[in-house]
């Protein structure tokens, strides 16, 4: 499911290639959004990680709280 953003970011890494000057907001854009992917590629394999489900976020989060 593309949005608009991931058009501009793709058409930024591709004007990229070629030399064509990018806009430093875009280039910052597509920076941002590696290193987030490069986050959630590394927290994913964390093993002591346990992620939280939307539903029922209230309940699980009571539950975490209880062992801090």
Do not use: N, P
Request: negative net charge.
């Amino acid at each position: 499911d593309m949005c608009s953003s991931d058009l501009h970011i793709i058409a930024a890494k591709e004007m990229a290639k070629q030399g064509v000057e990018v806009d430093i907001r875009v280039a910052t854009t597509v920076a941002t959004r590696q290193y987030a992917r490069r986050q959630e590629t590394w927290f994913t394999r964390d093993e002591r990680i346990h992620w939280l489900e939307k539903s029922g976020l209230d309940a699980q989060l009571s539950e975490v709280l209880l062992h801090i």
